[in-house]
Every structure is written in C-alpha cells, then in structure tokens.
C-alpha cells in the first residue's frame, strides 16, 4: 500500500517568530492565505488522480505553525478535510507545527477532527542553536510538546535541520541521539537553504554565515539516516521538496540545493557498501547485483559511483538487478 500526502499549505500563518531561515512563501511556493474553501478545492483536485484502492491517503496542513493560529481557524480548516475523511475519501489528517504551540486543549481539538499525524519542526535540540537561528523555543519545549502529545493516538514526527547558525557535526549528531530517545514514528531531515528574503541571506552576504556545501550535507545527513534507521525510526524525507523556488535556479541563494538529495545520500550509502566489498578484491572489472528497484540509487547520479570506484580503485564495475536482493543488499563477482 502506497502513501500520499495532499498537502495543504497554510504559508507563515500563526508564527510571531521569523527564523533566519525562514520565508515560507518562498518554501511553499504559495502567497495567499488558505480558507476551508480552498482546502476541499485542493483535496478535490487531488483525489481525482490518486488511486482509488490500494492507498492511504493523508490531508497534510504543512507550513507555518499549524497549532498557531486560533482554535477557531483551526477548526475550520480541519473540519473541511474532515468531511473527507469522514465519507472514507481521505485516511487521515496531518499537521505540521511548533513544539512550543502544543497543550492539552490544542491536542483535543485536533483530536476531535481526525488529526491522525502530528510533525514537530524541532530544528535542533542545542539551545544555542535554537537562539542563533532564531526559532524561538527551546530544547525543554520540544521534550514538553512530546510528552503531551504522547497522551494521545497520534503518530509523531520530528523534523531537524542540519547547517543552521552556530550548529556543528557534532551538534547535529547529538540532535539525532536526542529525538531517538523521544522515540519518533517518522523523522525528516531539512539541510539549511539560504534563501532570498530572509535574515539568513543577509547573514550569508556579509559572510557571517557559511552554509554546508553539498558534499557536506550528504555526507552528515548520511550518517543521521543511518543512525536513525539503527534505531527503527523511518527517515521520510531527507532534503526539502523541489519547487519552482527551491531549486538551483529559483530562490536558493547559497546551501546544499539538489534535486534529488535524498537520491544523493542514498547513493552515496550504496557507494560505502560496495567498496567495503571490493576491499580486499584484486580485479580490474566487477559485475554488481541489487535490488531492481535500487539500480539508479547504486549507480549514481550522472553515474558518479561507477566513476569513483574507476577512478580509486582502477575497476570498471556493471550494475545490475536481481530481485532475490533487499534492499541496500549487494553482490559482487569479480573478473
């Protein structure tokens, strides 16, 4: 059964901060306020080229701070995807918010609606981090917003950000221990993007902010993807979604934009495993077997794995599939 998210983007609505980061109509790609209106439109529209079985299907209310805005507003727009969810059209309802805008009555309420997932932008568990970037919570408000949130059904997703003001391999790394003892379902993984219109682009012009170039941010996302997966915490997304602002030629100003990220950490995971097996082989050609559906994640982008592994160790390697493999499973046969 396959996921899909409908997402509903509710831009910059409910937060009195602006983190250094943060342009959120830039993020989302969208500049006008929602209604409940525009919420069935969007639910509408979708649902009409998603599979009718086989799926579930989530109304996700991302963007902003969900939990910001008046329970009122709230309602009101829960209660629009509701009525999907209500006739059986959806399967539930997702939210995404601040760790500091969660309490008992917030949690009701979007109890009372169906709310059937709960993401927290956590950011980062290092309070000078939080400070630097300007987030406007604390450590001890994501460890309190977990605890609540714990009381109820939900399931609770975290988000962190790697290259932020002030923040650190190390730092991102104790992030990741920290958000694994709150013990997630899911976790997200954003790298920093300077973005036009923002304190960060004004930070990084004056050359008070250097931002993770790409290889760097593969590289420590790689090792949090693993860390997390370790622990039986799925990682669903690593990288922000591609837009027409967030890509290489739209709204990033400086950071670790790709288009296929999360194909690049993949890939680059694919490349540890196989030159751990060709360690100790003395050949000058290897055919590789992997799981079909894993091919282009072990070839690489613009073949770059192929092309590393030629140029370090002088074999010219042949990808091919074999379902009999799992995931990141991997067979080597040398010549």
Known sequence: MKTYNIPVFVP????????????????????????????????????RTLPKTDRYIEAAFFGGSFTGISL???SELLNAANYYLAKGRIDGIRISTRPDYINHDILDNLQKYGVTTIELGVQSMDNDVLISSNRGHTREDVI???????????????????????????????????????????????????LKDTLLEDMYMS??????????????????????????????????????????????????????FGELVESSIYYDIMNENLMNENCGQADIFVN????????????????????????????????????????????
């Open 144 to 194: 309190r917003a977990v605890e609540l949130i714990r009381e109820y059904p939900f399931t609770l997703g975290l988000q962190m950000m790697t290259g932020l003001p002030g923040d650190s391999e190390e730092k991102s790394l104790k992030t990741a221990d920290e958000l694994i003892a709150l013990k997630p379902d899911i976790v997200r993984i954003y790298p920093t993007l300077t």
């Open 12 to 47: 910059h609505r409910g937060c009195p901060f602006d983190c250094v980061f943060c342009n959120q109509k830039r993020i989302t790609g969208v500049r006008t306020d929602i209604t409940a209106e525009k919420v069935q439109f969007i639910i509408e529209q979708y649902l």
């Open 72 to 74: 009122d507003e709230q």
């Open 292 to 335: 079909p559906q894993e091919v282009s994640k072990a070839v690489g982008n613009r073949k770059m794995n192929i092309l590393r592994l030629k140029r370090e160790k002088g074999i010219n390697i042949k990808i091919y599939p074999d379902s009999e493999l799992e995931k990141r499973e991997v067979r080597c046969v040398c010549y």
């Open 207 to 260: 050359g008070e902010y250097i931002p993770q170039t790409v290889d760097e941010a593969v590289q420590l996302s790689k090792r949090l993807l693993l860390k997390f997966e370790g622990n039986n915490i799925k990682v669903i997304r690593i990288g922000l979604q591609s837009t027409d602002e967030i890509c290489e030629h739209g709204s990033v100003v400086a950071g670790p934009v790709h288009s296929s």
